[in-house]
């Protein structure tokens, strides 16, 4: 009797164990379709605003985080300065103008050249706090050439309405103190995302990922 158990211990053990294994490579991913997380069709949406980067006030809408060359350069901006912003979002280039939403991140400074001549990459995320939009957000990373009359920067992402999201934004200076730093900035940006019933729709997660008939074999035993 012993024996027998010894047996079956020996041949049981490892074979669940096997099967265990085998489900959980086979089935930690899953191809679905987007209907299935409650999207629908694909649409293009044209977003304006203007950027507002204050820097001679009593609050800043920035911080310079490090600038290493700082004294050894006469750029107003040094090569290699890291500066970390929430600027205000507008409906117009007045910053009294009705606020959509702010823009968080940061920029640095890449260009080694000396001068007002700034050459940037940007990382922000567009938090939007008004109208069909209010609490979705889109990011953005690129290169931004202050001094080009238009500049345009790549969407990477986006949460709420904007999963999914992929275009670009495309940037325009109103108002530039190269100096101070002030700063007002007109942004258009376009944007490919999908709507859907509601932006915190509640998604499947769970074990419908992990399923497999191996389950039912297992069971038998």
């Given at each position: 009797?012993?024996?027998?158990?010894?047996?079956?211990?020996?041949?049981?053990?490892?074979?669940?164990?096997?099967?265990?294994?085998?489900?959980?490579?086979?089935?930690?991913?899953?191809?679905?379709?987007?209907?299935?997380?409650?999207?629908r069709?694909?649409?293009?949406?044209?977003?304006?605003?203007?950027?507002?980067?204050?820097?001679?006030?009593?609050?800043?809408?920035?911080?310079?985080?490090?600038?290493?060359?700082?004294?050894?350069?006469?750029?107003?901006?040094?090569?290699?300065?890291?500066?970390?912003?929430?600027?205000?979002?507008?409906?117009?280039?007045?910053?009294?103008?009705?606020?959509?939403?702010?823009?968080?991140?940061?920029?640095?400074?890449t260009?080694?050249?000396?001068?007002?001549?700034?050459?940037?990459?940007?990382?922000?995320?567009?938090?939007?706090?008004?109208?069909?939009?209010?609490?979705?957000?889109?990011?953005?990373?690129?290169?931004?050439?202050i001094?080009?009359?238009?500049?345009?920067?790549?969407?990477?992402?986006?949460?709420?309405?904007?999963?999914?999201?992929?275009g670009?934004?495309?940037?325009?200076?109103?108002?530039?103190?190269?100096?101070?730093?002030?700063?007002?900035?007109?942004?258009?940006?376009?944007?490919?995302h999908y709507?859907?019933?509601?932006?915190?729709?509640?998604?499947?997660?769970?074990?419908?990922?992990?399923?497999?008939?191996?389950?039912?074999?297992?069971?038998?035993?």
């Amino acid at each position: 009797m012993a024996n027998s158990k010894t047996v079956l211990s020996t041949f049981f053990i490892p074979l669940t164990f096997f099967y265990f294994s085998a489900m959980v490579k086979a089935n930690f991913y899953k191809h679905i379709s987007p209907t299935h997380l409650g999207f629908r069709e694909e649409k293009l949406t044209h977003i304006r605003f203007f950027f507002h980067e204050v820097v001679t006030s009593s609050k800043p809408s920035i911080v310079i985080a490090t600038e290493p060359l700082r004294g050894k350069s006469n750029c107003p901006l040094p090569f290699g300065s890291l500066v970390v912003m929430e600027d205000a979002l507008t409906i117009g280039p007045e910053l009294e103008s009705k606020q959509v939403g702010k823009a968080q991140g940061f920029y640095i400074s890449t260009a080694q050249t000396e001068g007002t001549e700034l050459e940037l990459v940007m990382g922000m995320t567009y938090a939007f706090t008004e109208g069909e939009f209010n609490g979705s957000t889109l990011s953005v990373l690129g290169r931004n050439v202050i001094i080009s009359e238009v500049r345009e920067m790549p969407i990477i992402g986006g949460t709420g309405a904007f999963r999914f999201a992929r275009g670009f934004v495309r940037a325009k200076s109103v108002k530039v103190d190269y100096l101070k730093g002030d700063a007002v900035v007109e942004y258009n940006v376009y944007v490919f995302h999908y709507s859907s019933p509601s932006s915190h729709q509640p998604f499947n997660e769970g074990l419908q990922f992990m399923t497999d008939p191996i389950l039912s074999k297992i069971s038998t035993f």
